[in-house]
């Protein structure tokens, strides 16, 4: 069974840093995109950033210059570096696998963890 697992929410005070991680299991996962998303209550989820197989990467106009999506492929590990955080930040974060190979597409998500941003 395919496995993503977040860690790393939590509290944190304005202006403060979180690092999140998404640990796949029983995935090739150099061969998939990976993203983080999130959802706050009553909004829609939506994209934070992403970072494709050969490590190209796009960011959310919210988190341009404050966030970092990384990377570590011998560990099967994306990693969600945020910094100069803000109460609008506050959300559910999930971690997404995305493949698509010809007509095959393949879309896993974690169970998610929560971010919250107050003082």
């Known amino acids: 069974q395919i496995q993503l697992v977040e860690s790393g929410g939590g509290l944190v005070q304005p202006g403060g840093s979180l690092r999140l991680s998404c640990a796949a299991s029983?995935?090739?996962?150099?061969?998939?995109?990976m993203a983080w998303f999130r959802q706050a209550p009553g909004k829609q989820r939506e994209l934070v950033a992403r970072?494709?197989?050969?490590?190209?990467?796009n960011y959310a106009d919210s988190v341009k210059d404050r966030f970092t999506i990384s990377r570590d492929n011998a560990k099967n590990t994306v990693y969600l570096q945020m910094t100069s955080l803000k109460p609008e930040d506050t959300a559910v974060y999930y971690c997404?696998?995305?493949?698509?190979?010809?007509?095959?597409?393949?879309?896993?998500w974690g169970q998610g963890t929560q971010v919250t941003v107050s003082s």
């Open positions: 029983r995935i090739t996962f150099s061969t998939y995109a």
């Open positions: 997404n696998a995305y493949r698509s190979i010809a007509t095959i597409v393949s879309d896993y």
């Open positions: 970072i494709t197989s050969i490590g190209a990467t």
